[in-house]
């Protein structure tokens, strides 16, 4: 199984049926292979979210989005799926969606991602983060979810790294509130699962990018870099450019989604999600400026409060546990997003 993975559903968008999905739907309490599964996506209406919604939707499953759009977008949300406009923290709200689409899964995007305002407004940021996670995770005690994947960040709960890459046993020493946030969730969830039984997948991404992604955010260099190139801006750089990261394009994300929400050895476990190679700001806005065709520099500001200087991820147990691996290079990643926004992506859903 292992070694198919990554080729079974790699070819997003083919419309064919996922063989781990039928095999979660028969292994994981869904007796009848046939029928789809009902999942819930919070934050299906964001970036990577709406991305993991369209490929469920492809794979012939009902999809209920939650999604407040206060960053999500209407338009990003497949027809196919029934979209809720309700913030997590309102739990009434939240109930009545469980009650009315009595979901067998969850799959839990949505977040405060900003980490500049977690540090000013760490309180907002664990009302979202934390409490908001909290009604999720109750109500899917309550009503007997099967399966819940978390999304939480590689690059905020481990702090400055102590090795390279960092694999899911190093020590958790978050740098900001957001880290704080996410990594108290993944506590939550581990007490529950060990205390009440809650079937539950926890993701650590890397930075993600690709097609969707908002270009006037706080986060999402990629998008930000290519918008600013392509209308003759010049990008500004926090910090002297040595800074690194680890990038991972949405569809090796959605990917993963399918495996952990598919497998049932993913139960209780976490995994990095990453290439696993450190890559500098200055070397991403490199990539980018190639591939918009400019010669411009970037303007090199004072280095953001809460942020680390050194990152990247060791994706080995998601290879050997899920079958994943990242299929898209980073030079080829940044070429297809820079042609989704010179082409004016973000105006529509992509396909509409």
């Known amino acids: 199984m292992r070694g198919r993975g990554a080729a079974c559903c790699a070819p997003l968008g083919q419309g064919r049926p996922c063989p781990y999905v039928k095999h979660w739907r028969g292994a994981g309490g869904v007796s009848e292979r046939s029928r789809s599964v009902k999942i819930l996506v919070t934050g299906g209406a964001g970036f990577i979210g709406s991305h993991v919604v369209d490929a469920l939707v492809r794979e012939e499953h009902e999809v209920v989005v939650v999604d407040d759009l206060s960053m ?61 996670s909290l009604i999720l995770i109750e109500l899917s005690l309550a009503y007997r979810i099967k399966r819940f994947v978390y999304i939480s960040s590689g690059g905020a709960v481990y702090g400055e790294p102590q090795r390279l890459p960092v694999d899911e046993d190093h020590p958790i020493r978050p740098m900001s509130a957001y880290g704080v946030s996410k990594y108290s969730v993944e ?132 290879k050997a546990e899920l079958g994943w691996e990242p299929s898209i290079p980073l030079e080829e990643g940044i070429g297809r997003t820079v042609a989704f926004y010179r082409g004016g992506g973000g105006q529509a859903r992509a396909g509409q």
Not at 92 to 116: I, S, T
């Open 72 to 132: 999500g977008r209407r338009a990003h949300v497949h027809p196919a799926a029934r979209l809720h406009q309700v913030d997590i923290r309102q739990r009434d709200a939240m109930e009545e969606v469980f009650r009315a689409e009595r979901p067998e899964l969850v799959n839990h995007h949505a977040a405060q991602g900003n980490l500049r305002r977690s540090m000013t407004e760490p309180s907002f940021d664990a009302s979202v983060n934390i409490l908001g």
């Open 187 to 318: 506590q939550y969830l581990e007490m529950f699962r060990s205390e009440q039984g809650l079937d539950c997948t926890i993701l650590r991404y890397a930075n993600v990018y690709g097609p969707r992604q908002d270009p006037r955010g706080e986060a999402g260099v990629v998008a930000i870099f290519s918008r600013q190139m392509l209308i003759g801006e010049r990008p500004t750089i926090f910090g002297d450019g040595t800074k690194t990261r680890d990038y991972v394009h949405v569809d090796d994300i959605v990917r993963a989604n399918l495996l952990a929400m598919a497998q049932k050895r993913a139960v209780g476990r976490v995994y990095n999600l990453g290439l696993g190679n450190e890559v500098s700001d200055r070397q991403i806005f490199e990539l980018v400026r190639s591939s918009v065709g400019v010669t411009m520099e970037p303007i090199l500001a004072a280095k953001r409060p809460g942020e680390i200087d050194r990152i990247c991820l060791d994706p080995s147990r998601a």
